[in-house]
Each structure stands twice: as structure tokens, then as C-alpha cells.
């Protein structure tokens, strides 16, 4: 079997895997030879030019470091205040610095020309996020004829979006450089395949721009997932089971509304809150027999949109706070912390209601592991997004428009109030879909595909 070498922004670190796909990269990584390379996580002032390579927890690892200067522009700027907004639809919070794009390429041209020299011609290469679209051209330029593959975890955005974009021609022509482009849904690959047909054709000098050449590329989806069995078996282990103590003697007899998520402005956290408002002031009967739990570690803080979003998410708690508490009941517990798995499987088995409500959203693993945590006695009901990719395969949640905030009130006020019959019915749909999506599912689909592929060099040869 060939190797694999997965890129990523940010290698993998010893102890325990924090996330569901770090721990399914790793394992399909220890199955077969291979490495893991990406950013150490260090900055120096002049790193060197060499990967340095070690074990970690039994994996190999190369490692490059950055200039502050470098990982600012790529990671920051143009990957976090350009891409990440704009592929999700939000052209209004990008920031445009044109130093950025310079230092993203910058910074992808050196993973390519560390990585290089480690590289055998039959290794398979499988590269990670919109931080290194380019990097298989980088890599084509320095001579490498690999077979590698490009997974996009965020959504792919609309044509005129994309059009707005600084630079998307070039990061369009970089994908083309790829043998096999994963995307997480089919919406993806119709908004790819609008811009694929129709390129605009006109540049600032009237020069006709030239049209990107997608025939060596084949795109296609592979919606990623979680282990559902692995959730289901931590949501009863001991240190769930001690989370779900804890909850329960605050909780008393209420019912629990649980969102888990990044603090990022995608996931439509202020439109929730404000869901759960006009669930309160719509129906007094449910005060004081429901609770609303978010859970939003802040990400990516050091950029002005995110402290924005989190300020204004403070405010929203504080106000719904205000309106509805009393001295002996209080509508919602708003935490900006991490938890661990297992305390996380356990909250999700005892909420009523999963809240997946992002705005856009790749595919959102939270509704994965919400369905799998549950107890298949008496499951809970998700309520999700349309936006998320992972309304396309979990047709069984009570899907709303999470900008629609009466309909999102109106989705938890029908799942607090379900009867236990439906809800075991939907459930045992969600948890199908789920297993059919596991994370392991994915990788080994997109690894068959790209591995069965014969590459740039035969295929020119051939041809
Ligand atoms: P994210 O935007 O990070 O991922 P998501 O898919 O929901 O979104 O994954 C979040 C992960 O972080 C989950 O495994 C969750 O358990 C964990 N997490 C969230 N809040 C946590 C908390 N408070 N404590 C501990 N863990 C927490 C990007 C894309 C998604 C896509 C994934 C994978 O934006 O659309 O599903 O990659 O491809």
C-alpha cells in the first residue's frame, strides 16, 4: 500500500485527540505508513528552512515553524478574515489587507518546499483546508507528481460570491492542481460547478481572464461524520455519568436545550438566543420547566469580528436573563469553556433538544455526536439548520432557517412537546444516517477514491 502524508494547518499534539476527525486521521494514519506535517504551533524570527520530524504518540510528525509575521497574514488574515467569512456567505466581516494574500502563499510555498524533499513518488498526499489551496500547485512546481487529494471542511461559497473574492482566480487555478477535491455536501458541488461552467470572463485591463481547467480534477462530496458508536459509549461511561449527576441537581425537573459550538459568528448563536426569547414570551406555561445551555469556547479571539460577536452574545444572554429569571429560576447558563468528550456526551444525552442552528456551516459535527450520544429509550430531538451540510443527510431532525427565528421557537416548542413514539422514530433515522456517515466511512471512501486515481504523471503520459 502506498503512504499517506496528510497536510493540515496544525500538526497533531501528544495526549488525547481533542476532536472526532483528529482521531480518525490519526488512526487511518497508524494503519498504514506514512506521516502527518503541518505548522508546529512555534513562531521563531527565523525558523529554519528543514521540517524537523518526531514521534508523537506513536505517529510521525513533521513540523515547520513561522515568523509571527508569515502566520499572521495566512492564518489571521487572509485564511480567517477572508476565506472563512466569504465562504460562508459573509462578505460583509472580511477585512481586506493585500499583504495578506503575499503572506498566505508565502507561507504555503514553504510547507511545500519543506515537505518535498520527503516525499516518494508514490505517496499519496492528503491536504486539509482553505489554508493551503495552494499547496499542491506549490508542491507540481517543485516537481512533485503525487497523487494528492484536497478535502475542503467549510462550505463551498455561491458564484458571485466567490467573484468577490481577492485573488479567487489564482485560488481556483491552485484547486485545479489537485487530483481529487472532497467538498462535505452536494450543495457544495453545485455552487463549484456554477463557477466551473460560467467563469467570469472579464479582468480591470478588459483582458479576457483565462478560464481554469478542471478536466484532470474530478470534485465530488463526502459529507464527513463522528464514531456515533464511540459517543454512545461514552455518553454512559463514569465521567459522563458524574456530568450528568451535577446537571441534574441544578436542573431539578427542567428540560434541557443544549448548543455546543465554537463562539463563531457562523453558528448563529445571537439568532438562537433570540429563538429561545420568543420561546419564553410566546409560551409562559414552558418558564421555569426548560433550560437553555450554550456552551461556546471562544475561537479565533484575536480577530476584531470574533470579540465583536462575542460582546454582542453577552449582551443577548444578559438582556434574556434580565427579562425572564427569578430569584429561584433562571432561563439559560451561557459557559465560554471547552469540556471534554465524555462530559460533553453526557449533557447531550440528557438534552431534550440538540440546537444545531449555524447560519452556514461546512457539515457540523455537534448534530453528529448529539444523535449518537442519545438514549435510544428516550431520545432527544435535534433541531437543525438548514444551512449546516448536515441538513442533506439528516432528513429526520426538525430542520428550520435559523435567520427565521419564530420558526427556530416554534422547532423546540414541537420537540419539547413530542410525543416519545416520534421521537424514537426520528432518532433510529438520525442514528442510521449517522453510522452510514461515520468519520471512519469518510476517510476510507476518499482515500479508495484518491488512492484507485492514477495521478498526474501516468495520466499525462497517457494522454
Ligand atoms: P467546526 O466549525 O469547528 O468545524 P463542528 O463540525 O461542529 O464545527 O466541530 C466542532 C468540534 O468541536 C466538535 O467535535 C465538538 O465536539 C467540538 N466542540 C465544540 N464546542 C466544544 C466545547 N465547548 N468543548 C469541547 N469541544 C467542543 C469545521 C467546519 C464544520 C465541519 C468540521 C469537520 O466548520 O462544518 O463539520 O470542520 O469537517
Known sequence: MSRLVI???????????????????????????????????????????????????????????????????????FSNSILWPAFHLRLDLTTFDGQWYEGYRRVNTRFAEALRPHLKPDDVIWVHDYHLIPLAAELRRLGARNRIGFYLHIPFPVADTLFAIPHHLELMRDLSHYDLVGMQAQRDIVAFNEFADHQAPLSLSGDPLKAVDFSKTIVEAFPIGSDPDAFARLAVSPAANKMVRRMQRAMDEQRLILGVDRLDYSKGLPQRVEAYEKLLANNPQLRR?????????????????????????????????????????????????????????????????????????????????????????????????????????????????????????????????????????????????????SVDNWAARFLDRLGAMAGRARQRNAS
Open 7 to 77: 497536510v493540515s494547518n496544525r500538526t497533531p499534539s501528544t495526549g488525547p485527540a481533542a476532536g472526532g476527525l483528529a482521531v480518525a486521521l490519526r488512526k487511518t494514519l497508524a494503519e498504514r505508513d506514512g506521516f502527518w506535517f503541518g505548522w508546529s504551533g512555534k513562531l521563531s524570527e527565523q525558523p529554519p528552512r528543514e521540517a524537523r520530524f518526531e514521534e508523537v504518540d506513536g505517529l510521525t510528525v513533521g513540523k515547520i515553524d513561522l515568523t509571527r509575521q508569515d502566520h499572521h497574514a495566512y492564518y489571521a488574515g
Open 289 to 437: 420547566g426548560v433550560h437553555l445551555l450554550q456552551i461556546a469556547p471562544p475561537s479565533r479571539d484575536t480577530i476584531k469580528e470574533y470579540q465583536h460577536h462575542s460582546d454582542q452574545l453577552d449582551a443577548m444572554c444578559g438582556h434574556v436573563m434580565g427579562r425572564f429569571a427569578e430569584p429561584d429560576w433562571q432561563p439559560l447558563t451561557y459557559v465560554k469553556r471547552a469540556y471534554g468528550q465524555p462530559s460533553l456526551a453526557g449533557l447531550y444525552r440528557m438534552a431534550r433538544i440538540g440546537l444545531v442552528t449555524p447560519l452556514r456551516d461546512g457539515m457540523n459535527l455537534v448534530a453528529h455526536e448529539y444523535v449518537g450520544s442519545q438514549n435510544p429509550e428516550d431520545p432527544g430531538v435535534l433541531v437543525l439548520s438548514r444551512f449546516a451540510g448536515a441538513a442533506e443527510i439528516f432528513e429526520d431532525a426538525l430542520q428550520v432557517n435559523p435567520f427565521d427565528t419564530d420558526e427556530t421557537a416554534e422547532a423546540m416548542r414541537m420537540g419539547l412537546s413530542m410525543p416519545l413514539e416520534e421521537r424514537r422514530a426520528r432518532w433510529e433515522g438520525l442514528m442510521r444516517a449517522a453510522r452510514t456517515h
